[in-house]
Structure formats: structure tokens, C-alpha cells
Nanobody, 116 residues
Framework: QGQLVESGGDLVQPGGSLRLSCSASRIVFSLYVMSWHRQAPGKQRELVAR???????DYSDSVKGRFTISRDNPSDTVYLQMNKVQPEDTATYYC??????????WGQGTQFTVSS
């Protein structure tokens, strides 16, 4: 059973930056597509960014140009660098590891708040 643990959530002022981390265990990390999702109160969970096994990436329109997803296979970690954050980025951020419908794992989430 794979396990994902997110960390780095915090309170940041508008325009600031923060990096989230997600550490994976019990999976062959390099085989998985890794992604970050977020869920704000009263809203559905949405895909923020995704990084494939060849390190190609894609982003939601709302974060494109401001957020960067990256992965470090030797340490089994995926990162989300968030720059120029806005209040609408406030949400619980979740990490996902996906190989197939069976081999699909979620972390417990980390809270990120943008407020002055």
C-alpha cells in the first residue's frame, strides 16, 4: 500500500511564495504520474499540476505561469513551487500518485492559506 505525506502548508501574504513537498513511500516512485490537487471550502477538488514519468508537465489555467511542479526520483519526492500567490489559491492541497485505477494513492492534504 503506497503512502504519500504532504508538508509545507502555511499562511502566506498575497504575492508571496511557498513550496509544498510530497514524500512517497512503498511505491516505485519513478513509474508514477504525480500530481497536485486542491480543494477549497464548498468547492470540488481540482487538478492543479501534473508531472509525468518523463518529467513533462501540465498545469491548470489558473496557476499556469505562477506554479511549478517538479519531481526528484532519488528521494521519492514531488514539489509544488507556488509564486505570486493569490487569496483564491487558498485551499487544502493534496498529492496524488497514479499508475493505474488500482495503483492510485492520495495524501492526507496540507492547508495553504493566502491572506494579508
Amino acid at each position: 500500500q503506497g503512502q504519500l505525506v504532504e508538508s509545507g502548508g502555511d499562511l502566506v501574504q498575497p504575492g508571496g511564495s511557498l513550496r509544498l513537498s510530497c514524500s512517497a513511500s512503498r511505491i516505485v516512485f519513478s513509474l508514477y504520474v504525480m500530481s497536485w490537487h486542491r480543494q477549497a471550502p464548498g468547492k470540488q477538488r481540482e487538478l492543479v499540476a501534473r508531472i509525468f514519468t518523463n518529467s513533462s508537465t501540465d498545469y491548470s489555467d489558473s496557476v499556469k505561469g505562477r506554479f511549478t511542479i517538479s519531481r526528484d526520483n532519488p528521494s521519492d519526492t514531488v514539489y509544488l513551487q507556488m509564486n505570486k500567490v493569490q487569496p483564491e489559491d487558498t485551499a487544502t492541497y493534496y498529492c496524488n500518485a497514479h499508475l493505474s485505477n488500482i495503483w492510485d494513492y492520495w495524501g492526507q492534504g496540507t492547508q495553504f492559506t493566502v491572506s494579508s
